[in-house]
Each structure stands twice: as C-alpha cells, then as structure tokens.
C-alpha cells in the first residue's frame, strides 16, 4: 500500500489513529508483532525480563516486584494494562509515568518500522511500551501478558522468568471455557530451562504438561516454595533452602496475600529476594489503584476492578473480614460479554443492598441486563444510568459504620476515580 507514516506530537491524536487502524480489538497471533518487534530490537528489553500472566493478580504482582526492584536501586520498568484514568498508566520507569511526548516518540518508531503490517491498538501499544523499555536502559522490565499468554503480543520477548499468578476462566471466546484449556493458553508464556513461578494452588495437568513440554524449571506454590498465613502475619519460605525460614512474621500485605508470596518467588527466580526488613517495608507500601482500594471512609468507600468468578470469591472475602457489624451496599457495572451471574453469585452472603449501573462504553451491560441476572439469582435491586447515579445513592443510604463497594470493571472504577479528581 506504502501509505504515509502517521505523526503527530499529540498523544490523543495517536490513541484515536491507534483505535481506528485495525478492523478487530483482538487478532490473536505472533506473526505481525514478531516482526516489528525483530526489526526494533525489542525482543529483550532490559538485563532481565519478567512475563507476568493470569486470571488475576497480574498488577499486584507486578507492583510487588517493581517495589522490590526499586528498593534495591534497580532500573525497573512496568508495563502493564488496561489503564484506569490516563493512557500513561501503562507504562511506568522507575516508578514514574512517562510524558506524552515519550509515548509519541515510542509510536512514531513502531510506525516507521510496521510498514504496511496491520496491528491492533494493543499490539501497537506493546511495542512501543518495549521500545520505550528498551530505551530506558533496565536492569528488569516486568510485562503484564494482555490475553492469555501463547498467543498474546507480549509473548515476543524472552523472559528470564515467567509467572503465572491464577488461573480462572476469563476471556471464553478465545482462551476456552474451562481452567485447563485456559492454564494450556497461559503456559504458552513459558521458556525452556527458565524458571516458571506458578501462584495457582490447583494447577491444571495441561499446565503441568506444558512445564514438561517445554522443560521449564517449575517454581510452584505448595511445591517449590510455600507460604503460611497466622492471624496478623504471615511467613514465606523457599522449600529448597529451609533457611529462608527467616522470612517469618510478614505484615499482612495491601494486595492478596498469594500474590505476595508468589512475587517473593519470581524475586527468587531473579536472584532478587530483598532483605527480610525490605520485605516488611515493601509488603507495608504496595498498593494498586482499584483493587480494594479504599478511598473513602465512614462509610467505606472501596473500589475493584474484579470482573469474573475468581475475583469476586476474593472479594467476598475481603469483604467478610472489614464490614464488621456494618451493611455492605454493592454498586456493579460490567461489561456484557463478562460471566455476569457467575462473578456476582459469590457475592449474594456478603451484599445486603444491590444497585446495578449501565456501562456507556462499547460492550458494556445495561443496568436492566444486571438487575435481571440478579433477580435470576433470586436477588433485587436497583437500577440506575450511571456509575455516579448509583453510587451517589448507595452513600445516602449508608451509615458510617457501612460499606459501599464499586466494582466490576475497569471502567466502573475509572468512573467513580474520575468523580474523585
């Protein structure tokens, strides 16, 4: 075709050219992203390369270890997706966000070098995020797989070590619908003689296989390492060395507790592990936008991303153990081709007052659509146009004492942040 190269020095002018380039959101495969990704040479971004797949869990995991990283003055940067506010969540160096001006300098290199290769907006925004890594000069680059694993873009690098926080079922109409074709989807992301760091308890056997297949070095929970959780703390241990023992009275994390102990296992994998006082620190300040993230209090005002079964059961629990004797209201708004009735289900013990919220983005279910998977659930509630109309009256209906949790999607949470600024 040899059309013209896109530019622009603005960042809304390049997502808006990104969003309108391919005809598909998804089109699963290496192929076209191999490529670019050869002829920028992005397929090894930093010193070490960290590939962080599964259900849930990938942003805490991954925060866990940028903390890490950080104290132990290393170069760290973090990809990781959808982002809440700003496009610029995305990609984090150090710490920080990047300027617009990184992030069109980034896309103008990937589209010199993609010709007439189509790619989606997220196979675009991979590249650029691992040439922007790559021009940092990192000591570790920690990458959120998108999809799955064997077929997502991400999985053009080599990674040094590959985790795999959980496995749930998410994603049916391109991952399967049940845990062991989806566990086979997501050890696509392992690498012969590198180690795979595995935080699912109830690991499928087409994982296992696949980590033999492959010849992967196994890091599983329960196995290689384990953790144990006490009433206010908890202790970590490498099975293969008893002397990291030490690692004994943890103070209880802001992120759950199994993806805690599975970053400590990937900082294993890396030649890492932070000291046991570091631990504590980095176990105490870690904490990731929107997921049981508290931003109000009295009532408590609690948002989550949580979108399927797995993270709702989480949820559940989480809030279990904070609404005292206090009434939980639940404002919920998801998107449509989720497994709405099966991520509210865990929920019903828990919830005392539903309000259900249209989501008005490409996808997103009508509140009428929740309210009826609720009633088949033998449950009411109320029904409202919008994240704000239905939160606004779930806070005047609770007492101080009471919990109001938003949750469902990134764009519920993204609503109710928005609200906050």
Same mark, same amino acid.
């Given at each position: 075709?040899?059309?013209?190269?896109?530019?622009?020095?603005?960042?809304?002018?390049?997502?808006?050219?990104?969003?309108?380039?391919?005809?598909?959101?998804?089109?699963?495969?290496?192929?076209?992203?191999?490529?670019?990704?050869?002829?920028?040479?992005?397929?090894?971004?930093?010193?070490?390369?960290?590939?962080?797949?599964?259900?849930?869990?990938?942003?805490?995991?991954?925060?866990?270890?940028?903390?890490?990283?950080?104290?132990?003055?290393?170069?760290?940067?973090?990809?990781?997706?959808?982002?809440?506010?700003?496009?610029?969540?995305?990609?984090?160096?150090?710490?920080? =966000?990047?300027?617009?001006?990184?992030?069109?300098?980034?896309?103008?290199?990937?589209?010199?070098?993609?010709?007439?290769?189509?790619?989606?907006?997220?196979?675009?925004?991979?590249?650029?995020?691992?040439?922007?890594?790559?021009?940092?000069?990192?000591?570790?680059?920690?990458?959120?797989? %998108?999809?799955?694993?064997?077929?997502?873009?991400?999985?053009?690098?080599?990674?040094?070590?590959?985790?795999?926080?959980? /496995? *749930?079922?998410?994603?049916?109409?391109?991952? *399967?619908?049940?845990?062991?074709?989806?566990?086979?989807?997501?050890?696509? /992301?392992?690498?012969?003689?590198?180690?795979?760091?595995?935080?699912?308890?109830?690991?499928?056997?087409?994982?296992?296989?696949?980590?033999?297949?492959? %010849?992967?070095?196994?890091?599983?929970?329960?196995?290689?390492?384990?953790?144990?959780?006490?009433?206010?703390?908890?202790?970590?241990?490498?099975?293969? =060395?008893?002397?990291?023992?030490?690692?004994? =009275?943890?103070?209880?994390?802001?992120?759950?507790?199994?993806?805690?102990?599975?970053?400590?296992?990937?900082?294993?994998?890396?030649?890492?592990?932070?000291?046991?006082?570091?631990?504590?620190?980095?176990?105490?300040?870690?904490?990731?936008?929107?997921?049981?993230?508290? /931003?109000? =209090?009295?009532?408590?005002?609690?948002?989550?991303?949580?979108?399927?079964?797995?993270?709702?059961?989480?949820?559940?629990?989480?809030?279990?153990?904070?609404?005292?004797?206090?009434?939980?209201?639940?404002?919920?708004?998801?998107?449509?081709?989720?497994?709405?009735?099966?991520?509210?289900?865990?929920?019903?013990?828990?919830?005392?007052?539903?309000?259900?919220?249209?989501?008005?983005?490409?996808?997103?279910?009508?509140?009428?659509?929740?309210?009826?998977?609720?009633?088949?659930?033998?449950?009411?509630?109320?029904?409202?146009?919008?994240?704000?109309?239905?939160?606004?009256?779930?806070?005047?209906?609770?007492?101080?004492?009471?919990?109001?949790?938003?949750?469902?999607?990134?764009?519920?949470?993204?609503?109710?942040?928005?609200?906050?600024?």
């Amino acid at each position: 075709m040899g059309n013209k190269p896109f530019e622009s020095q603005s960042l809304a002018d390049w997502l808006c050219y990104l969003e309108r380039l391919h005809p598909a959101d998804i089109d699963m495969g290496l192929e076209r992203v191999a490529a670019i990704a050869n002829t920028l040479n992005l397929l090894k971004p930093a010193k070490q390369v960290v590939l962080i797949g599964g259900t849930n869990g990938k942003g805490s995991t991954a925060a866990m270890l940028e903390s890490a990283c950080l104290v132990q003055n290393k170069r760290v940067g973090v990809y990781a997706s959808p982002h809440l506010i700003r496009y610029n969540e995305r990609v984090r160096v150090n710490g920080d =966000e990047l300027s617009d001006s990184a992030h069109c300098e980034a896309f103008a290199a990937v589209e010199q070098a993609r010709g007439d290769i189509q790619l989606t907006y997220f196979e675009f925004g991979t590249l650029a995020a691992l040439w922007l890594m790559k021009q940092a000069n990192l000591d570790v680059a920690l990458i959120e797989v %998108g999809l799955g694993g064997r077929l997502d873009a991400t999985n053009v690098v080599e990674p040094d070590v590959s985790v795999v926080t959980s /496995i *749930g079922i998410d994603h049916q109409a391109f991952l *399967g619908d049940t845990r062991e074709s989806v566990a086979f989807e997501k050890a696509g /992301i392992f690498r012969a003689h590198k180690p795979a760091v595995v935080g699912e308890p109830d690991i499928p056997s087409t994982m296992i296989e696949q980590l033999q297949k492959v %010849g992967a070095k196994p890091v599983r929970v329960g196995k290689e390492f384990n953790y144990q959780q006490q009433a206010a703390c908890w202790s970590w241990h490498d099975d293969a =060395e008893p002397a990291s023992e030490r690692y004994a =009275e943890l103070p209880l994390p802001h992120i759950p507790l199994p993806n805690a102990a599975t970053a400590l296992a990937a900082l294993k994998a890396l030649s890492l592990l932070p000291s046991v006082e570091d631990t504590k620190a980095i176990l105490r300040n870690t904490q990731v936008p929107g997921r049981f993230q508290t /931003i109000q =209090e009295s009532p408590r005002v609690i948002l989550d991303v949580g979108h399927n079964p797995h993270a709702s059961s989480y949820l559940a629990k989480r809030l279990t153990d904070v609404k005292g004797q206090g009434r939980v209201y639940a404002v919920v708004g998801m998107l449509a081709d989720k497994d709405v009735a099966g991520t509210l289900q865990p929920l019903l013990s828990v919830v005392d007052h539903w309000y259900t919220a249209t989501l008005d983005v490409p996808r997103g279910a009508t509140s009428d659509v929740l309210s009826a998977e609720l009633a088949g659930l033998n449950t009411e509630s109320e029904q409202f146009e919008s994240v704000k109309a239905a939160s606004d009256h779930a806070l005047k209906q609770a007492l101080p004492g009471d919990v109001v949790i938003v949750f469902g999607s990134f764009y519920t949470v993204a609503d109710m942040m928005g609200e906050a600024e």
